[in-house]
């Protein structure tokens, strides 16, 4: 129906940047938004960012705990989205999953998908 092939990520300094990249293909009606969250050793997935509006204009929600370091962002390409991570912390360690919710395949109604997750590991 819909996957999201993510990418970016890996082993990075404290203090440091990283991008991750997530892209969706397959059969797409509609976008409502894309988005990360991540996951944590032995905690659950939080948002860390969203974007709506992929193809044409858009509109951001950041964590508090990213705001100010984290900035999503959509591609030139069709239905891809980029999270710019800087100034990382050790607490920014995570496995980041992309979402997408839309309308895909056969369906009328919106429903959401996930990517596989990247790893990023901050270093202190």
């Known amino acids: 129906q819909v996957q999201l092939l993510e990418s970016g990520g890996g082993l990075v300094q404290a203090g440091g940047s990283t991008r991750l990249s997530c892209v969706a293909s397959?059969?797409?009606?509609?976008?409502?938004?894309m988005g990360w969250y991540r996951q944590g050793p032995g905690e659950q997935r939080d948002l860390v960012a969203l974007i709506t509006g992929i193809n044409s204009g858009s509109e951001t929600n950041y964590a508090d705990s990213v705001k100010g370091r984290f900035t999503i962002s959509r591609g030139n390409a069709r239905n891809t989205i980029y999270l710019e991570m800087n100034s990382l912390k050790p607490e920014d360690t995570a496995v980041y999953y992309c979402?997408?919710?839309?309308?895909?395949?056969?369906?009328?109604?919106?429903?959401?998908?996930w990517g596989q997750g990247t790893q990023v590991t901050v270093s202190s």
């Open positions: 979402k997408a919710m839309g309308v895909f395949g056969d369906r009328y109604f919106a429903t959401d998908a």
């Open positions: 397959g059969r797409i009606s509609s976008l409502n938004y």
